[in-house]
C-alpha cells in the first residue's frame, strides 16, 4: 500500500513539475497580420488576469529588417473596459521573435522617427487609447476576449510604401 501511495504522490509531483515547466515557456500566438507583411504575435502563456487588467507580451516581426532590427518585443497592460493600454518594457532585436541579439541603440521610438512617424512625447508606462481597427485594439480584444485572426489594414501610406 505504500508503494502504491509513493507512486502516486510521485506521478503527481512530476505532473505538477511539468504543467509549471510548459507555463514558462512562450508559445506565440499570430494574432494580426498586415498586408505589407508585418506580423504580430501574443505570447499565450504570459497573459496574466487581474479583474479587468491583462498583462501580456507580444513581438512585431518586421518583413525585413530596418537599421538592423528585424522585431520588437514589448510588455504591456491592458485594461479591457476603457480599451487603454501601455507599454510597460519594449526591446529590439536582430531577429524575428525577439531572438538573436538585443539591438540597444534602437528603441521604438528611433524606429518610428525613421519610418517617417511623428509620436505624440509621453511618459513611460503612460495610457494610451487604443484607436478603432488598430493593432493595439485587436491585441487588447485577443487578451481580454479570446483569440481571433485580425488582418490588419489600416497603415499609413510610409508603411505600406516600406513593406510593399
Not at 17 to 36: D, H, M, Q, R, T
Not at 78 to 92: E, G, H, I, Y
Not at 113 to 126: A, D, M, S, V
Request: charged share 25%.
Amino acid at each position: 500500500m505504500k508503494l502504491v501511495l509513493s507512486v502516486i504522490l510521485s506521478l503527481l509531483f512530476f505532473s505538477t513539475l511539468n504543467n509549471v515547466a510548459a507555463s514558462e515557456i512562450n508559445e506565440w500566438v499570430k494574432f494580426a497580420s498586415s498586408k505589407n507583411g508585418a506580423n504580430f504575435f501574443i505570447d499565450k502563456n504570459s497573459v496574466k488576469k487581474s479583474e479587468s487588467t491583462r498583462f501580456f507580451s507580444w513581438i512585431i516581426d518586421l518583413p525585413k529588417p530596418i537599421e538592423g532590427v528585424l522585431s520588437f518585443k514589448e510588455y504591456r497592460e491592458a485594461d479591457c473596459v476603457s480599451k487603454k493600454f501601455r507599454v510597460l518594457r519594449q526591446k529590439a532585436f536582430t531577429d524575428s521573435l525577439g531572438e538573436g541579439s538585443e539591438h540597444l541603440t534602437t528603441s521604438f521610438s528611433n524606429f518610428a522617427t525613421t519610418l517617417g512617424f511623428t509620436l505624440k512625447e509621453k511618459e513611460e508606462g503612460e495610457w494610451e487609447i487604443a484607436g478603432p481597427k488598430t493593432v493595439n485594439a485587436a491585441a487588447i480584444e485577443y487578451v481580454c476576449k479570446g483569440p481571433t485572426m485580425y488582418w490588419i489594414d489600416i497603415w499609413g501610406d510610409e508603411i505600406k510604401d516600406l513593406f510593399s
